[in-house]
């Protein structure tokens, strides 16, 4: 069974930065894209970031210049390095994966990023 595990979420002062990580376990074929989406409550999940098998990446236009996204395919691993944090970053993050053509989409249960001023 495919299971996503996000961690590295916390507490930070506006302006600090946070790293976080989403571990895969399982057997996982064909994985495509590996991202990130963020939710406050009560409000729509948002796409943070998107990385393709081959590479290319896709932002929010809110994290640009701020937030990188990388990932290790031999340990099909995404990372979030978030800097120059904001308040408005405050929210829960969600990691996700597709596989198989992206027939498969598999979510990780979230971590908390709150940021304060």
């Known amino acids: 069974q495919v299971q996503l595990v996000e961690s590295g979420g916390g507490s930070v002062q506006a302006g600090g930065s946070l790293r976080l990580t989403c571990a895969s376990s399982g057997i996982i074929f064909g994985v495509n894209d590996m991202g990130w989406y963020r939710q406050a409550p009560g409000k729509q999940r948002e796409l943070v970031t998107v990385q393709s098998s081959g590479g290319s990446s896709k932002y929010a236009d809110s994290v640009k210049g701020r937030f990188t996204i990388s990932r290790d395919n031999a340990k099909n691993t995404v990372y979030l390095q978030m800097n120059t944090l904001k308040p408005e970053d405050t929210d829960d993050y969600f990691c996700?994966?597709?596989?198989?053509?992206?027939?498969?989409?598999?979510w990780g249960r979230g971590t908390q990023v709150t940021v304060y001023s």
């Open positions: 996700y994966l597709n596989s198989g053509g992206g027939a498969f989409t598999y």
